[in-house]
């Protein structure tokens, strides 16, 4: 039995075309059309990835470019991975229809490819039908999205999902789900599966508060998951940290207020001396408020090292996915993501002379000029980078030369 699915391969077909026209005589790899090319129907992407075994957007984007040029046949040398334009582009003629793939069905293949769909589905956090059954027995489909709570905890790795929906296929739900505001509250994983083996499951309504179902939430998953060290600070920051930050700053300001009043010196002087503050009226930081709520599962310290990397997403998504395992590893990722350098501790006393340092400056600017006469290696940094970085640099030298 054969099935097939829609895709359009007008568009990528057009952009190849185009890019192989524009480069001609000289050829374009596969990785540079891959890396130019965006694709404008992103569902192709999903559909690419379930039937045609891609593992990700990139793969896929690849595939769409092999693809292209598959249909620009004749048109297109190919020497290995390197596409050249052999027709003159205004003899070529892109085809507006849809493509049609035929896929051969075949259980022992369509039944991995569901479970990757439904992992998608998952990872990507999309709203689900379940099969719901109600105290007598009805059961009826209920479309859900998730709450925001809900995707605070990473999702389960695509391995550890797979054995869940062979647990469930034999032994059905155990637990309901939750459901606060008709959004997945806690059992986000329960109603992806209930949609992809149309097995019915119960729903409870949650009642509580927005503090309440932080703390169901994090109680209900915290028990069941062996997390690393980074994924419970980077939890709790989400859970916790813009209420952190609120409670601290209000500590601060009662603090300011409290010292601000002080007493008067016993000496003849009338200058009033703020009082020193005594040191378990200190107000709590907000890395040691979410520390504290996070009732033992993560520290003040791991807190303050995870709040560094809030600015780099690749790197959360590896903490997400247990790939980086430690706050250390995380800020050590984070500052390479984002181009900074770790801050360095700046030495209370200079030991050489302002002229000595500079001389140093200056024969260390004058070795990168040399280097980059000879052929410059940017590093993995643009030159905006660059740029910004020199900017820097003038603005510290203006700052000296306005002192002298």
């Not at 070529?92 to 896929?103: E, F, H, L, N, Q």
């Not at 439904?118 to 209920?142: C, F, M, Q, S």
Request: hydrophobic fraction near 40%; proline fraction near 4%.
């Amino acid at each position: 039995m054969e099935r097939r699915y829609a895709l359009d391969l007008a568009s990528p077909v057009s952009f190849v075309a185009t890019a192989l026209e524009a480069a001609a005589p000289a050829a374009v790899s596969l990785s540079d059309l891959a890396r130019s090319y965006q694709h404008i129907n992103s569902s192709d992407y999903h559909r690419i990835k379930i039937h045609e075994g891609c593992a990700n957007d990139v793969e896929a984007k690849r595939w769409l470019v092999r693809a292209a040029v598959a249909e620009l046949g004749k048109h297109v040398a190919t020497d290995g991975d390197e596409y050249t334009l052999v027709s003159p582009f205004d003899k070529i003629r892109v085809d507006r229809r849809r493509i049609y793939r035929y896929v051969e069905s075949d259980p022992e293949v369509d039944q991995p490819r569901a479970i990757k769909a439904a992992y998608y589905k998952l990872k990507e956090a999309l709203p689900v039908t379940i099969k719901e059954v109600n105290a007598r027995g009805t059961v009826k489909d209920h479309y859900l999205r998730l709450h925001p709570l809900a995707t605070v905890f990473p999702p389960l790795s695509e391995k550890e999902f797979t054995k869940l929906v062979e647990t469930v296929r034999k032994n059905g739900f155990l637990f309901a789900i939750h459901t606060l505001d008709d959004m997945i509250l806690d059992g986000r994983h329960r109603a992806v599966i209930s949609d992809l083996l149309n097995i019915p499951l119960r729903v409870e309504q949650f009642t509580g508060d927005e503090d309440s179902a932080k703390s169901f939430v994090y109680l209900a998953n915290v028990a069941r998951r062996h997390l690393t060290k980074a994924q419970a600070a980077q939890i709790n920051i989400d859970l916790h940290y813009e209420d952190a930050k609120a409670i601290a700053a209000e500590h601060q300001r009662e603090g300011n207020a409290e010292g601000g009043r002080g007493g008067k010196s016993t000496a003849s002087s009338t200058v009033d001396f703020p009082a020193e503050p005594e040191p378990e009226k200190r107000g709590k930081t907000a890395a040691e408020i979410v520390a504290e709520r996070s009732e033992g599962e993560t520290t003040a310290a791991d807190v303050k090292k995870m709040l560094r990397i809030q600015d780099a997403p690749e790197t959360r998504e590896k903490v997400n996915s247990g790939a980086i395992k430690t706050p250390d590893a995380a800020v050590t990722a984070g500052l390479i993501e984002t181009g900074k350098d770790e801050p360095a501790k700046l030495p209370t006393k200079l030991t050489h002379s302002h002229w000595s340092i500079l001389g140093q400056v200056s024969y260390r600017l004058r070795a990168v000029i040399e280097a980059q006469q000879a052929g410059m290696d940017l590093g993995g940094h643009s030159t905006d980078d660059y740029r910004k970085r020199l900017a820097e640099i003038r603005a510290l030298l203006d700052e000296y030369e306005a002192g002298l």
